[in-house]
């Protein structure tokens, strides 16, 4: 049952596609509104903005048109930009800034750490940026360009500068008009995911309303008719929320107002306008579910912002969409957007995945380039994050952890009980970490729920990665010697990690010892864990070492994904897809009753008497 698309004049037409309107009442208004980059460096970083010096030439030009977007509601719209510069050189670049005005009037205090001996004239970096020779072959003899960028709405005008100097001297040459969207503050970037209990949806977005400008919440109607409306809580966080740079510098942007409404009491597989409320926990149908890790963003307009950075990345995204009616939750378990401390990033990472997150469960783990900082309480002592140490994750998406900073949880999807490992946290045994996961392993009903997933970012189990190689551990260091006996214990069926941008299969495995023969049709007794890696989602990808370990089935190097099929209590299957054509090139299946989870395995038996 669809939904109406426009409440007031200004919700977006996007939202057509999507299952509930998120609305906001205005109390005052009284109205309803409802060139290449190394690879594994942030292109942004690449971009000295503080070194920026004055050269404006008032025989250069840059112009961008339209200057309004969005008039029909829409979140996404192409701009055209137009390049006239007297000195043309193949350094020559186009940054889109927003806030448009991006003078040293915006800057805030450096840090020490920077040592910045003065304040720059620019001290936020672009959202994005072309060079402007792009798709411009006579540029370097006319000095005239046409460049196209796709914009999104976040919540500021945007302006368009041409430099010179290249990326690590730049010099301002030129600025264009601004360029804004109808409604810059609009609610937008739906995000769907499961609550803490089994009959509860969330819906997260993102708008440029406060609570003190307007009370959001959101406006359902079930299949039966009835109109209900769920309040919504409102967040966001602020440059000092960050933890080091650049998150707290160059790469500050503000990220807008993040809204979470709980719609509760929802019955099995109601369908809500166009997504459907979870299974009960046990209940026996037809359950999909996809898993990656490690997608990052990219640019439908070309920008060189992630030429070879995030390469895959579109590829996934789009033949997730493709196949949208295929599947039911989707898991992505670390490395999202991988903005490193460009805090714009968030929003174009959120608005590249909204037609997937509006219809489906949207989950999501932590990885290191959300949360690894020094001396913030991670387990890895990296800066891989930038600075952001969580904090943009932990806002931006909702997940059922009893605590947010502590990334780990369990999640039940019918026949399925999920449990989500932190590994940017300690687990190892006597944590707190650790206990969880033991809890979370401990209590599923097999006989409900007989398919038990463990998932976490890095490899806590086996990879054949080229670093994992050569370090002679084949393994996150300290992984699998602290988990696999929990993993033996409460017969986990398979592991899932990212991290490492391939795919791999692992045989069932206890020890480093394969303990089944069979390839791909597994049956009877859980007598090993299968571990694999999906962290081939987008990012650039990673080499294996040149012979497989015995225990390694299959391996590609390539951007895919998986997918888990429970088709009932006894029969499971999984599929690698690859992302370029979505087509099956690794498979296997598990077919076992209740017995057969019950059944005694090395360090998996019940103690026992010999009473009578």
């Known amino acids: ?36 980059h190394v690879l594994g460096v942030q292109p942004l970083s690449k971009i000295a903005i503080h070194k920026t010096l004055l050269a404006l030439d008032n025989m250069a030009a840059i112009a961008a048109a339209p200057t309004l977007l969005g008039i029909s509601g829409e979140d996404t719209a192409w701009v055209t930009v137009k390049v006239l510069n ?10 889109v800034f927003s806030p448009a005005k991006f003078d040293s009037g915006n800057c805030a205090p450096a840090p020490d750490s920077i040592g910045w001996q003065e304040t720059p004239y620019i001290c936020q970096a672009p959202i994005k940026y072309k060079f402007a020779n792009h798709d411009n ?50 609610p937008v970037y739906p ?9 509860e949806m969330t819906v997260t977005w993102t708008s440029g309303y406060d609570h003190r400008d307007a009370i959001p919440f959101v406006e359902y109607v079930s299949n039966g008719g009835e109109v209900r409306r769920a309040p919504a809580g409102t967040l966001t966080f602020n440059r000092n929320s960050m933890c080091g740079e650049p998150a707290r510098t160059v790469g500050w942007r503000d990220p807008g107002f993040i809204h979470t409404s709980f719609l509760k009491n929802l019955w099995p597989n109601l369908r809500t306008f166009s997504f459907k409320a979870p299974p009960f926990p046990g209940q026996n149908s037809l359950q999909r579910v996809i898993i990656f890790g490690d997608m990052g963003k990219a640019e439908r307009d070309g920008s060189n912002e992630y030429a070879d950075y995030q390469p895959g990345s579109l590829n996934t995204t789009d033949r997730l969409i493709e196949d949208l009616a295929n599947y039911d939750i989707v898991f992505h378990i670390g490395d999202m957007p991988y903005a490193n401390g460009y805090i714009s990033q968030w929003d174009q990472f959120t608005a590249q995945v909204q037609e997937i997150s509006a219809r489906v469960p949207y989950m999501i ?79 599923v009903d097999r006989k409900q729920q007989p398919w038990l997933i463990f998932a976490a970012h890095r ?14 551990s084949f393994e996150e260091p300290m992984g699998r010697e602290s988990l696999q006996k929990l993993w ?90 690859k992302s370029s ?11 076992r009753d209740y017995r057969d989870v019950l059944a005694c395995v090395h360090d998996g038996c019940e103690k026992i008497t010999s009473a009578t």
């Open 488 to 577: 033996q214990k409460y017969k986990v069926d398979i592991a899932f990690y990212g991290h490492v941008h391939n795919y791999e299969r692992v045989c069932p495995i206890y020890q480093n010892q394969c303990v089944n023969e069979e390839k791909t049709h597994y049956s009877g007794t859980v007598n090993g864990t299968i571990h694999v890696v999906v962290g081939g989602g987008g990012s650039h990808l990673s080499d294996f070492v040149a012979s497989p370990p015995v225990w390694s089935i299959y391996r590609d190097r390539d951007f895919g994904f998986g997918k888990l099929t429970a088709f009932n209590h006894s029969y499971l299957m999984f599929e690698y897809k």
């Open 459 to 472: 490899p806590l189990g086996y990879s054949s990665n080229s670093w994992y190689g050569m370090e002679g």
């Open 1 to 36: 049952m669809k939904g109406s698309s426009s409440v007031g004049n200004h919700l977006l037409k996007q939202q057509n596609m999507i299952m509930i309107l998120m609305l906001f009442w205005f109390t005052k208004l009284g109205m309803v509104l409802g060139h290449n």
């Open 137 to 186: 072959s006579n540029y370097l003899k006319t000095g005239a360009a046409v460049l196209k960028f796709q914009l999104i709405n976040q919540r500021e005008d945007f302006s368009f500068a041409l430099f010179s100097g290249g990326l690590s001297l730049p010099k301002l040459v030129a600025v264009s008009k601004n360029v804004r969207f109808f409604n810059p503050k609009a």
């Open 191 to 199: 995000r769907l995911a499961l609550g803490k209990s089994w009959d």
């Open 365 to 443: 783990a932590s990885g290191n380039h959300e949360r690894d900082w020094p001396n913030t309480g991670s387990f890895y002592d990296t800066p891989d994050s930038g600075g952001e140490c969580g904090v943009p994750a932990e806002t931006m998406y909702y997940y059922p952890a009893e605590n947010k900073a502590k990334f780990w949880y369990k999640a039940d999807y019918g026949m399925f009980r999920f449990c989500i490992a932190d590994s940017e946290h300690d687990w190892r045994e006597g944590t707190e970490q650790y206990k969880f996961i033991e809890h979370c392993l401990a209590t």
């Open 86 to 95: 007297p000195m043309p050189s193949n350094d020559d670049w186009v940054g």
């Open 581 to 591: 054509d979505g087509l099956v090139y690794d498979y296997f299946t598990i077919h």
